[in-house]
């Protein structure tokens, strides 16, 4: 039967994710506290235009994160959402912990100085700052994260998970399950009370490309994910949907009815029109 296997949310864009059992859909259509810290270059930010931060895109107005950076993968780091304290440990064994509430300019000269670059870190606890504003959660399966596994030698399905990034992961579906939910009369899905409708597939960047252990690139990881990407695109799924073969993941809305709501770990899963 389909359920939903996990949530996993990732307090501060492009650190850690952290799994929890629960997480409510806010009014704007993301979970609460996902991506709800951003470093940002502390440049784009004093010479952007009132508001254009909070209403645009986080690429446009400057955010810092793995995508910028491999020394992201240098860094372990935990995130108390209780006492709004992250923790961080660099891969020299450096630790220190800061309170996101009372001091978040501790933690952005910590963050400058580590990658060495003049940043600031920025709250959003209403939209957040996922990568496409208006959308909602980031949709996979476990199969799919399974299937990517078996495309490269020794890549474990916890480290296939990591590199991916998804919010909510489905389990009692095939592989590539969540690519049914884009395209002409795409149907839906269910996740206990709460109704996902797909928006596009998730193109990737350079991220999954990189062990998030160690941050070394996999070789010929791009080349080899599109190769099998393509050769094991599912029949149910609309082929014109998908731009690329460089895709992997939903990218979801809960529509607004739905919204304020939670899904939980081992909500059932179905799909609706």
């Known amino acids: 039967m389909a359920r939903l296997e996990g949530i996993r949310l990732y307090p501060v864009k ?32 004093a010479e952007a235009d009132p508001g254009e931060i909070e209403n645009g895109s986080p690429h446009a107005n400057g955010v810092f994160n793995a995508k910028h950076s491999e020394r992201f993968h240098e860094l372990d780091s935990e995130y ?11 891969a020299d064994g450096e630790r220190d912990s800061f309170d996101l509430d009372a001091d978040r300019e501790t933690a952005a000269a910590w963050f400058s100085a580590f ?89 990737r960047c350079v991220v999954p490309e990189r062990d998030p252990e160690t941050g070394e690139p996999t070789p010929e990881f791009r080349k080899r994910f599109v190769e099998k990407r393509e050769a094991t695109f599912p029949e149910f799924a609309d082929r014109d949907a998908f731009e690329q073969f460089y895709t992997l993941m939903l990218i979801a809305d809960v529509p607004e009815e739905y919204r304020e709501q939670s899904i939980r770990v081992g909500d059932p899963v179905s799909v609706v029109d």
């Open 14 to 45: 492009g650190l850690a994710g952290a799994d929890v059992d629960a997480a409510t859909v806010l009014d704007s259509g993301v979970l609460a506290g996902d991506r709800e810290f951003a470093l940002f270059d502390a440049m784009a930010v």
């Open 80 to 90: 108390d959402p209780e006492t709004a304290t992250l923790r961080v440990e660099t």
């Open 115 to 203: 990658f060495d670059r003049d940043l600031v870190l920025l709250r959003d606890t209403d939209r957040s700052f996922v990568d496409r504003r208006g959308a909602g959660p980031s949709v996979v399966s476990t199969a799919t994260l399974e299937a990517v596994a078996s495309w490269f030698e020794g890549m474990s399905v916890e480290n296939a998970r990591r590199r991916l990034r998804a919010n909510v992961e489905i389990s009692g579906v095939p592989a590539f399950w969540e690519d049914q939910f884009v395209g002409d009369d795409a149907p839906a899905f269910e996740a206990g009370d709460v109704r996902f409708e797909g928006v596009t597939p998730c193109v």
